[in-house]
């Protein structure tokens, strides 16, 4: 049996080399080019022209009605395919542990279908999260499919470049709500900036005259720094210091609430003006 043993680690070693290996960039380029010389002018603009491509031991694209179809068709192609690579290697021994090796799936039972590498697709930009994709292709008997495959399973130029556009666009989109939200909230910054100035400036006053060696020691720090615990550690030996205190937190805290509210509507006022306007 330890030969048999050594057949079953040298195949797990070749089946991990043969998933883990980068796809040939020669045949992407060559079926690239191909599906876009296929795309003609009055292709829908909502998609983009793509090419099946293998992955690990899966020789294309599985296109299936739904992500979980694709999930397990692909699964057990794989388990096919090791089991038969098991059993090449071990001269057909492997069987006596495991049996009979498993057949490849019918992609029709599940309603799906196996394009080979190189295969024109388009995808449909309105339905592609970067996981997986919707796409269409025709079969070779003349019938067009459309369903779901993963993103590592297409490939294509154009793909690529409306992948960057929509970095670009995220970005810009970011940039512009960060900035119309800066511009919303700098009143209420300056605001909260006052408020919080001047309620330490008093809290400071009135504890000084309950205690002439009062020294706050944290003072321009904030309740989120600092807890209300350690607050009531600074040495104040007048009877009425707790109160003066407890006065002086809750301001703080009602202040903290109000900016907090105003930094919310802000995010949504940015929000809002960011949206394209219907015409």
Not at 153 to 169: A, H, P
Request: glycine residues 6%; charged residues 25%; contains cysteine.
């Amino acid at each position: 049996m330890k030969p048999m043993w050594i057949c079953f680690v040298v195949v797990l070693a070749v089946v991990g080399y043969v998933a883990g290996r980068p796809p040939d960039d020669s045949e992407q380029k060559r079926g690239a080019g191909r599906a876009a010389r296929e795309t003609n002018a009055g292709e829908d603009v909502n998609t983009v022209p793509v090419i099946a491509r293998g992955v690990s031991v899966v020789p294309g694209a599985i296109v299936c009605p739904n992500l979980a179809s694709v999930q397990l068709t692909f699964s057990l192609y794989t388990e096919s395919v090791t089991e038969g690579m098991q059993d090449t290697m071990s001269r057909g021994q492997s069987r006596l542990l495991r049996g009979e090796p498993m057949p490849k799936p019918d992609f029709a039972v599940y309603g799906c279908a196996l394009l080979p590498s190189g295969t024109p697709m388009r995808l449909d930009k309105n339905n592609s999260n970067g996981g997986w994709s919707m796409v269409s292709a025709k079969l070779t008997n003349g019938k067009t499919i459309w369903g779901v495959t993963l993103e590592s399973m297409i490939v294509g130029t154009e793909l690529q470049k409306w992948r960057e556009q929509e970095e670009n666009s995220r970005e810009q989109a970011g940039t512009h709500l960060q900035q119309r939200y800066e511009e919303i909230m700098q009143p209420e910054i300056e605001r909260h900036a006052a408020a919080v100035k001047q309620e330490n400036d008093r809290h400071l006053a009135v504890m000084r005259q309950l205690n002439p060696l009062y020294v706050d020691m944290f003072l321009g720090m904030t309740l989120d720094q600092v807890s209300p615990q350690q607050r009531r550690s600074v040495d104040c030996f007048a009877e009425n210091c707790r109160d003066e205190e407890d006065r002086h937190i809750a301001a703080i805290q009602e202040e903290n609430q109000q900016y907090d509210s105003a930094q919310r509507v802000a995010r949504r006022q940015a929000a809002r003006s960011s949206q394209p306007t219907s015409q």
